[in-house]
């Protein structure tokens, strides 16, 4: 009896149970379509998980975090970047060649090895990697995605900004198209591509954190830090690699990370693209970097900075003197203005003013508008050049020069010049000077010493030049050299 009160439970629970289904189903009409939503599992997603193959959004669209294309376009064109450092190393048997008298023999062979990633930027092999990853390598290998191999060539370097320039030899290859970097929005979702830990070809995903970020990293006083900051994971190996956006445009060139392990803890920073395609230019049409000043002392203009000064303006930069002289002063820039806009862009903090003064070269014109006694004024300015040092402070145009020794005036009979003692991609090289020349005058200036040559080429900026020369043979030689930027 018991037994079949059960069976009978359990077949009124069945039947039970499929006129709700019934019920509910007709409730909510046969032709009802589900409901569309994309969801996002996190912030390091490289694409969405999606409930409707209808709900696909174009990639880039408004609301669209599909980044597939994007990878698709990024990933062939970022290279893996291997770097050889050669150094001795002895052959044979040390007792032996102690105990026989022998020679000590040698041989060059890979002392350090090194990794990182690169972007290509034009069809015929121009590829953007980090100084930091080149720096001191006597090998760069270049790994395309579809794995060919390149031995590469350095094309310049710029230490201030971590930007180098190396090419390979090869036609038809894929390349990234550049993006304007200063259109980067806070939260805007992004791709880091590169070769972390020599894995290739890996793409992590995050948003744009925060804009114009100073670290500090580079001591040097003409360094150029205003870097975009991301969550996207990037990690020892990605250095080199693209930040591109939704659309698969190159925003910026991952460089550094903050972590206190080494590997990634959160946050990684990029040299935009506006300022890295600015330095790539000038490293291929000059070898070094034209670097633009403005001619001015500045105090960005902080809360407590304001109150100390007794002004009420917030966010800009205060110019503390307007060097006598400068393009600054030139153009009518006062002590006491703030600097608001420099050509329609804000410039609220020092690394946004350097990253947006980093974009023009020296000749270029710039509109800057300033908050003097609360009113709003527009400059124009022309740019000047930093000096004609360019690279470490003892190079000029490229080149390392030193006086002559006593050995140099006896032997080419001259009691004035300076001999280029090493030297680098720049106009120099260009023009076809090489180390033992000897500089014995810019147009009618006699030249003595390093100072001597600063002075002519200062005075004769943006013309060109002839220079007489004294070469390695003794002969008497003349090259022209245009200093237009």
């Given at each position: 009896?018991?037994?079949?009160?059960?069976?009978?439970?359990?077949?009124?629970?069945?039947?039970?149970?499929?006129?709700?289904?019934?019920?509910?189903?007709?409730?909510r009409?046969?032709?009802?379509?589900?409901?569309?939503?994309?969801?996002?599992?996190?912030?390091?997603?490289?694409?969405?998980?999606?409930?409707?193959?209808?709900?696909?959004?174009?990639a880039?669209?408004?609301?669209?975090v599909?980044?597939?294309?994007?990878?698709?376009?990024?990933?062939?064109?970022?290279?893996?970047?291997?770097?050889?450092?050669?150094?001795?190393?002895?052959?044979?048997?040390?007792?032996l060649?102690?105990?026989?008298?022998?020679?000590?023999?040698?041989?060059?062979?890979?002392?350090?090895?090194?990794?990182?990633?690169?972007?290509?930027?034009?069809?015929?092999?121009?590829?953007?990697?980090?100084?930091h990853?080149?720096?001191?390598?006597?090998?760069?290998?270049?790994?395309?995605?579809?794995?060919?191999?390149?031995?590469?060539?350095?094309?310049?370097?710029?230490?201030?900004?971590?930007?180098?320039?190396?090419?390979?030899?090869?036609?038809?290859?894929?390349?990234?198209?550049?993006?304007?970097?200063?259109?980067?929005?806070?939260?805007?979702?992004v791709?880091?591509v590169?070769?972390?830990?020599?894995?290739?070809?890996?793409?992590?995903?995050?948003?744009?954190?925060?804009?114009?970020?100073?670290?500090?990293?580079?001591p040097?006083?003409?360094?150029?830090?205003?870097?975009?900051?991301?969550d996207?994971?990037?990690?020892?190996?990605?250095?080199?690699?693209?930040?591109?956006?939704?659309?698969?445009?190159?925003?910026?060139?991952?460089?550094?990370?903050?972590?206190?392990?080494?590997?990634y803890s959160?946050?990684?920073?990029?040299?935009?693209?506006?300022?890295?395609?600015?330095?790539?230019?000038?490293?291929?049409?000059?070898?070094?970097?034209?670097?633009?000043?403005?001619?001015?002392?500045?105090?960005?203009?902080?809360?407590?900075?304001?109150?100390?000064?007794?002004?009420?303006?917030?966010?800009?930069?205060?110019?503390?003197?307007?060097?006598?002289?400068?393009p600054?002063?030139?153009?009518?820039?006062?002590?006491?203005?703030?600097?608001?806009?420099?050509?329609?862009?804000?410039?609220?903090?020092?690394?946004?003013?350097?990253?947006?003064?980093?974009k023009?070269?020296?000749?270029?014109?710039?509109?800057?508008?300033?908050?003097?006694?609360?009113?709003?004024?527009?400059?124009?300015?022309?740019?000047?050049?930093?000096?004609?040092?360019?690279?470490?402070?003892?190079?000029?145009?490229?080149?390392?020069?030193?006086?002559?020794?006593?050995?140099?005036m006896?032997?080419?009979?001259?009691?004035?010049?300076?001999?280029?003692?090493?030297?680098?991609?720049g106009?120099?090289?260009?023009?076809?000077?090489?180390?033992?020349?000897?500089?014995?005058?810019?147009?009618?200036?006699?030249?003595?010493?390093?100072?001597?040559?600063?002075?002519?080429?200062?005075?004769?900026?943006?013309?060109?030049?002839?220079?007489?020369?004294?070469?390695?043979?003794?002969?008497?030689?003349?090259?022209?050299?245009?200093?237009?930027?």
């Amino acid at each position: 009896m018991t037994m079949r009160k059960s069976f009978l439970n359990v077949g009124l629970g069945v039947v039970g149970g499929c006129l709700a289904f019934v019920a509910i189903d007709a409730f909510r009409g046969s032709d009802a379509a589900p409901a569309s939503r994309l969801e996002i599992a996190s912030p390091a997603a490289v694409r969405p998980v999606s409930l409707s193959s209808n709900a696909a959004l174009p990639a880039g669209g408004p609301g669209s975090v599909d980044l597939r294309e994007a990878a698709k376009k990024t990933v062939p064109a970022v290279v893996h970047v291997k770097t050889v450092q050669m150094g001795r190393e002895y052959i044979g048997n040390p007792f032996l060649d102690f105990f026989y008298g022998n020679a000590p023999r040698t041989r060059e062979a890979p002392q350090r090895m090194g990794f990182g990633s690169g972007v290509i930027v034009s069809d015929d092999g121009y590829i953007i990697t980090n100084n930091h990853v080149i720096d001191n390598s006597d090998k760069i290998t270049v790994v395309l995605n579809d794995r060919k191999e390149y031995e590469a060539k350095v094309i310049g370097t710029d230490p201030n900004t971590d930007i180098a320039l190396i090419k390979i030899e090869e036609k038809g290859l894929p390349y990234l198209e550049y993006a304007d970097s200063d259109d980067v929005e806070l939260g805007e979702w992004v791709l880091a591509v590169g070769n972390p830990y020599n894995l290739t070809s890996t793409v992590t995903a995050g948003i744009i954190s925060a804009k114009a970020r100073e670290l500090g990293i580079n001591p040097n006083e003409m360094s150029l830090e205003s870097f975009l900051q991301t969550d996207a994971a990037v990690n020892p190996g990605n250095s080199g690699g693209a930040l591109v956006n939704a659309k698969g445009e190159l925003i910026g060139i991952n460089t550094a990370i903050e972590s206190p392990t080494g590997t990634y803890s959160g946050y990684s920073f990029a040299v935009p693209a506006n300022i890295a395609r600015k330095v790539v230019g000038d490293l291929k049409e000059f070898g070094n970097v034209q670097r633009a000043v403005i001619g001015i002392s500045m105090i960005e203009l902080t809360p407590a900075v304001a109150k100390k000064l007794g002004i009420e303006d917030l966010g800009g930069i205060y110019v503390a003197e307007a060097l006598s002289g400068g393009p600054a002063a030139k153009a009518g820039i006062k002590q006491g203005d703030v600097i608001k806009l420099i050509n329609g862009m804000e410039v609220s903090t020092r690394p946004a003013f350097q990253g947006q003064l980093g974009k023009y070269r020296p000749g270029s014109t710039i509109k800057v508008t300033v908050n003097r006694n609360g009113k709003l004024k527009e400059f124009d300015v022309l740019l000047e050049n930093t000096s004609l040092i360019v690279g470490e402070a003892s190079e000029i145009l490229g080149a390392k020069v030193e006086p002559l020794n006593r050995e140099d005036m006896l032997r080419y009979r001259l009691d004035k010049g300076v001999k280029i003692t090493d030297i680098k991609n720049g106009p120099f090289k260009a023009i076809g000077l090489s180390k033992g020349y000897i500089i014995v005058k810019i147009n009618d200036m006699v030249i003595y010493d390093k100072e001597d040559l600063l002075k002519a080429l200062k005075a004769a900026e943006n013309e060109g030049v002839l220079i007489t020369t004294v070469s390695p043979r003794g002969r008497v030689e003349y090259y022209a050299l245009s200093l237009q930027n």
